[in-house]
């Protein structure tokens, strides 16, 4: 059994107008997806902005009332208050967002914000409370004088670290990652996923890690799905999305990684257009005619692909030849 299952999760948001505000219409925001996560890994979510990854986190948070499918935790359907109530399901599973300027009160401070978790948790002294908020500051790099100080007062590095030590505070099992760094320059990035990695190693943390760039997920990610108006349309391990992409869309996002190395970029520039090309001219073969990806299919026993299943057959085949 996986610490999460999810199972053809549909999360479709009412869209109401007129004077009666009826519900009209809907935007099927996820459009049933299925995926596991195992007890300790990283998992990657990744695709453009609007594909509906920070709706399946906060589905997984329990934040958003699904349409339809199962969310299994330890086997039983999170989907539903009452099994969230009774597994104390809100210790467990914590979320770091991208935001951290918002996401952190500007009020508070930082000994408030992360003491908070702990103050609706567990039921601590003064003094034990005190030490743990040390403690974890200490985990991700923090001097003790940034208790007294206000989140504005840090940088986004920094302030993306405090809301780090806020997720771990409770020592959940689980953390929703929703585009941990997206707001940081390249350098920083990777302070806070080293903080991150290191964090996971220390208390078994899983993580599923959200990223709309598939850079940003490489050094981070086992597993990976990409997803694309709602739907997954390539699952695989690391290997299988970064040197056998078979997707269309994935062949995009991977073009897409900026490139870092200036004597790179003309080359790398060339073969985005390349890969923009192919989209432009066999967009039809990847989409069904309402221009929706197709289910997914196996072509090993770790690598999906959303094709009809000759078609993911035979470039499975033309890859291996290449490779070969
Ligand atoms: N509360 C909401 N009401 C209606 N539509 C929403 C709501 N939240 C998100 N959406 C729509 O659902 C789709 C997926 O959004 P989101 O999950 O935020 O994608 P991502 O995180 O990948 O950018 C988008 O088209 C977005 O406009
Ligand atoms: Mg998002």
């Known amino acids: 059994m996986s610490l999460v299952e999810i199972k053809d999760l549909k999360v479709h948001y009412p869209i109401r107008s007129g004077f009666w505000n009826r519900v009209t219409d809907e935007v099927p925001a996820v459009d049933g997806i299925t995926f596991n996560i195992e007890a300790g890994e990283t998992y990657g979510l990744v695709g453009e902005s609007g594909s509906g990854k920070s709706t399946t986190g906060k589905s997984v948070v329990g934040l958003e009332k699904v349409t339809s499918g199962s969310i299994l935790y330890n086997g039983q359907d999170i989907t539903k208050k009452e099994n969230r109530r009774k597994l104390d399901y809100n210790h467990d599973v914590q979320m770091i967002f991208q935001d951290s ?72 099992k689980l953390i929703i990652a929703d585009e941990p760094v997206s707001a940081l320059d390249l350098s920083v990035q990777a302070q806070v996923l080293n903080f991150m990695k290191k964090i996971q190693r220390e208390f078994g943390i899983s993580y599923l890690f959200i990223s709309h760039d598939l850079g940003v997920v490489r050094h981070m990610c086992n597993n990976i799905a990409i997803m694309n108006r709602g739907r997954l349309v390539e699952i695989g391990t690391r290997d299988d999305i970064y040197n056998h992409p078979l997707h269309i869309y994935t062949k995009r996002l991977l073009a897409a990684i900026p490139e870092t190395n200036v004597n790179q970029r003309a080359a790398h520039r060339a073969s985005r257009l390349a890969v923009e090309e192919v989209y432009r ?37 033309q890859e291996s030849e290449v490779q070969a």
């Open 101 to 172: 300027l918002s996401s952190l009160n500007p009020r508070k401070r930082i000994e408030d914000i992360i003491a908070e978790p702990l103050r609706n948790f567990e039921h601590l002294s003064k003094e034990d409370e005190k030490l743990r908020v040390l403690q974890l500051l200490d985990i991700v790099g923090l001097d003790a004088d940034a208790l007294y100080k206000y989140p504005h007062q840090f940088s986004g590095g920094q302030r993306q670290r405090i809301g780090v030590a806020r997720a771990v505070a409770t020592n959940p």
């Open 281 to 317: 001219e066999q967009q039809d073969k990847y989409y069904d005619s309402e221009g929706k990806a197709y289910p997914l299919v196996a072509v090993s026993p770790t690598h999906q692909v959303a094709l009809p299943e000759a078609i993911a057959k035979q470039l499975a085949q």
